[in-house]
């Protein structure tokens, strides 16, 4: 079975600051890997997503992620955070030849402060 | 814009009084899902249709059930709302089973008294 760890449940960083969400998986299988934003009372934005090819990866929002299969991470990382990245942050994975069922980690609560 | 659209965002029910949520999308996408998510927790996937096959997640209480009467249309019904059953119900689309990326609505949260 496939699992999700976000080994950070809060992650607190001032204004201009860089910052990495981490994010490791398991699965016996090949995976597809995704990072969603939950802003307060709305529902999953895609951030970016990795499903082959190039391990680093660029999304929307200035943010990036690396898929690094010998240690089963996909870390999210952003060089300069605004006030508007404060937000709930969701590591997911999907199961190649599945029915691209989402299995998410817990979340990481990403406070900006100025 | 194409999108994802439930409503109401915001439902309150009382303990055993049945409600139904409602999902629509533009997107003319094949596959919806529903997913259950609690108070600082992650999405939990209920279950997904892909056209008009129904696919239940074998963890999903019976409590729940779903309809999809047309491609753009997705229900979720709770038969009777437990107080348990408080939270963000999310509705999400993808274009087919070998497409990956799901696109959600804004939610809806459920208040059971």
């Known amino acids: 079975a496939q699992s999700v760890t976000q080994l950070d449940s809060q992650v607190p960083v001032f204004e201009e600051a860089p910052v990495e969400l981490r994010c490791n998986y398991s699965s016996s299988v090949s995976v597809y890997l995704f990072w969603y934003v939950q802003y307060p009372n709305q529902g999953l934005q895609l951030l970016l997503k990795y499903l082959s090819g190039s391990t680093l990866v660029k999304g929307i929002n200035g943010f990036e992620a690396e898929f690094n299969k010998s240690q089963t991470s996909f870390h999210l990382r952003k060089p300069s955070v605004h006030i508007s990245d404060t937000a709930e942050y969701f590591c997911?994975?999907?199961?190649?030849?599945?029915?691209?069922?989402?299995?998410f980690g817990a979340g990481t609560r990403l406070a900006v402060h100025p | 814009d194409a999108m994802v659209i439930q409503n109401p965002r915001y439902q309150v029910t009382q303990f055993g009084k049945p409600v139904t949520l409602s999902c629509s999308q533009t997107l003319n996408h094949n596959v919806m899902y529903w997913y259950q998510q609690k108070s600082s927790q992650a999405p939990k996937l209920l279950f997904h249709?892909?056209?008009?096959?129904?696919?239940n997640e074998a963890d999903t209480p019976d409590n729940f059930q779903s309809r999809r009467p047309n491609t753009s249309f997705c229900f979720l019904d709770i038969r009777s709302p437990g107080l348990g059953d408080a939270a963000m119900y999310l509705c999400a689309t993808s274009r087919s089973r070998g497409t990956y990326e799901q696109y959600f609505g804004p939610g809806t949260r459920l208040t059971v008294t």
């Open positions: 249709y892909y056209d008009k096959d129904f696919n």
């Open positions: 997911a994975v999907s199961v190649s030849g599945g029915y691209n069922k989402l299995i």
